[in-house]
């Protein structure tokens, strides 16, 4: 069975304009370097390529207050000092500098993220790239982590117009915190995050925060140590979005791909390589459900294009060379110039027993949660009975009863073919 998709990617060389100031980590420069190999591998050949259609300040507020919003499109290098008051409050200044075009730049990212969601929502597109999105610290009012406004949020609030249940699922080294915030107490959207936890930001993200009230069970976090790598990352991320794909049975899934995962990031000290990383991806492919792709961290230059140019190829099902085609950026990937890169001999922190223990606590979350009505289970389980019409879902502003047994059959009734046990 042929599982080719129709792959959109959203980009603006633009956003290689924007810089966070000397010495920041924080590169926007990476995704033209990205672009540049997509191009020069030919991958481009097989993708939409969309610009993405700029969103105005107010979509912006549909997740962050007015105030925040008003004061990022206010201030600038040269008026910060009459805003000493804000700059503290917002969390502007340190971090999350303030940077000529900043509100464009947010703007930017923002658009394709909410965009590629509005495509996948019109049927248009099986899955989106947006290279540039994925600031999944951002909080309602107060930037953080070098991210200012979280499309990851916008993007699924976006999901929710159309789909019951939204899947957030989260790569990157850092907790995605913001978007795990932002849907805490609800049922509807289902936040995952593998991480580094302990002495490391932003610090949340234990395995016992699960969520609250409505959403309680609708967070999963699965904190990790040093070191990690691909074969023990891989034992535990199948197993955990098995589980949820058939818990949850998500109509739509944001993949948030921050690259610091991989070995040698500057700031990160996890062991991955591209196909270690590339395998959430494949992974997560494979369950056949419109599937927004975004970026996120990722400091060592020259291996943030490395790693999304791989996915964007893997999304395309498409093989590509080790051997970079000559590009805008070569001299970045010498001296040997391929595109697969060692990992190290760094001591990984996380026993076997310590990744079994939290994963059998993750799956016992999961196992407690109430099956969706309507869903097949798919690992053979007998008597797992499935309440008709039971309430699972609330919606997010009040409820949706109308639409909701109708979703309910679309989602579950028809599209059994979970792909775990193809894939595995
Ligand atoms: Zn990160």
Redesign the pocket.
């Known amino acids: 069975m042929s599982t080719k998709k129709r792959v959109s990617y959203f980009y603006d060389a633009e956003i290689g304009n924007y810089h966070y100031g000397q010495g920041h980590p924080m590169k926007p420069h990476r995704v033209r370097m990205t672009h540049n190999l997509v191009v020069n591998y030919g991958l481009y050949r097989n993708l939409e390529v969309f610009r993405p259609r700029l969103v105005s300040h107010t979509n912006l507020t549909r997740f962050h207050s007015d105030d925040y919003v008003n004061f990022l499109r206010t201030i600038t290098p040269d008026n910060m000092g009459d805003f000493a008051r804000q700059l503290a409050r917002f969390n502007v200044g340190e971090d999350c500098p303030v940077f000529d075009g900043l509100f464009e730049f947010c703007q930017l990212y923002t658009s394709g993220s909410i965009g590629g969601a509005a495509r996948l929502n019109e049927d248009l597109s099986d899955i989106v790239i947006n290279w540039s999105g994925g600031l ?2 951002a909080k309602k009012a107060e930037a953080s ?2 991210c200012y406004i979280n499309d990851c949020v916008l993007a699924i609030l976006e999901l929710l117009k159309k789909h019951q249940r939204v899947l957030y699922i989260d790569i ?3 907790h995605g915190d913001g978007v795990e915030e932002a849907f805490y107490t609800t049922n509807r959207v289902m936040t995952v995050s593998f ?1 580094k936890f302990g002495e490391y ?1 932003p610090g949340t993200g234990d395995v016992l925060d699960k969520g609250y009230e409505k959403g309680s069970g609708y967070s999963i976090n699965f904190p990790l140590h040093d070191g990690m790598d691909d074969d023990s990352f891989r034992e535990i991320f199948r197993p955990v979005i098995g589980k949820v794909m058939e818990r949850f049975a998500p109509g739509a899934v944001v993949l948030q791909c ?1 690259a ?2 991989l070995s040698g990031d500057r ?2 000290c996890f062991n991955l390589s591209l196909k270690g990383h590339a395998d959430c991806v494949e992974f997560v492919k494979s369950f056949n459900v419109p599937l927004l792709v975004l970026g ?4 060592t230059l020259r291996n943030v294009p490395r790693c999304w140019t791989y996915e964007t190829a893997v999304l395309l099902e498409a093989e590509i060379k080790d051997c970079l085609p000559y590009n805008d950026y070569y001299e970045y990937f010498g001296p040997d110039y391929r595109l697969h890169m060692p990992t190290s001999n760094m001591e990984n922190l996380n026993s076997a027993k310590y990744l079994d223990d939290a994963k059998a606590k993750l799956l016992n979350i999961l196992g407690e949660l109430e099956a969706v009505p309507g869903t097949s289970i798919v690992t053979g389980q007998v008597g797992m009975g499935v309440p008709k019409g039971a309430d699972v879902m609330e919606g997010i502003e009040g409820g949706n009863d109308g639409g909701k047994e109708d979703d309910m059959k679309v989602d579950g009734g028809d599209k059994k073919e979970h792909q775990s046990e193809l894939a595995a």
């Open positions: 999944h610290h982590g070098f990157d080294i850092h991480h930001f921050g610091d995962s700031l990160g996120g961290g990722g400091y």
